[in-house]
């Protein structure tokens, strides 16, 4: 069976191919390929475009490293080991940054006598840059009992105050020494001699 007219198709230059109807005796299908002379030039069609390639997923950001961990403030608290009741105890208190990064510190310095209610006996109060250290003179009057000098630091962060270190060094009282006399007595003072009276016997003591 001949091709149709129009059911051929451009495959070349002057060259065509159709497709016959499907032959029921035969049971094929026959493939037709014409030479045209007389034919316009076939014209290719334009390829297909190819698809885009997918564009790669961006990599994912590397995590920010963590800030490093924040070290307490170094406290030094310098006293006596002791003094005596009424006497001034000269105290001082020495705060250092320690860590990488300038912090605002707030520190409190009580006095805890052990028998009476603690009562502050000095402040720090302002920036420490890193590395360097603030020193307060904080004297008090020793009670008559031992007593605590007792260091609380808070450091701002971001909108607030946290806890960031503390610190105690006890100051003892003094007892005063006592002393026991010891009197020595000679033998010969031991003897004591009696005026007597008229017609009275003096007595002697032994």
Known sequence: MACKEGDTKCIGPNL??????WDPVTGYTTHWVLARRDAPECVEPEPEPEPEPEPEPE????????????????????????????????ASVRIKNVSPYHYSYKATIYAVPDLYPDYVIGSIDQVITSGSSVTRSTPFTMPDCNTTVFVSVERWS???WVYD????????????ATYHLSVYVPPWAAVATLTPAVGTTQPTAQ
């Not at 065509?16 to 109807?21: I, L, N, R």
């Not at 270190?165 to 005063?176: C, F, M, Q, T, Y």
Request: hydrophobic share 30%.
């Open 165 to 176: 270190n503390s610190a105690s060094r006890v100051v003892s009282l003094e007892v005063p």
């Open 158 to 160: 971001f909108d607030h």
């Open 59 to 90: 990599p994912e950001p590397e995590p920010e490293p963590e800030p490093p961990a924040v070290v307490p403030c170094e406290i030094t608290i310098t006293a006596p080991s002791s003094a005596a009741e009424g006497e001034t105890v000269n």
């Open 16 to 21: 065509y191919v159709c497709e016959s109807d």
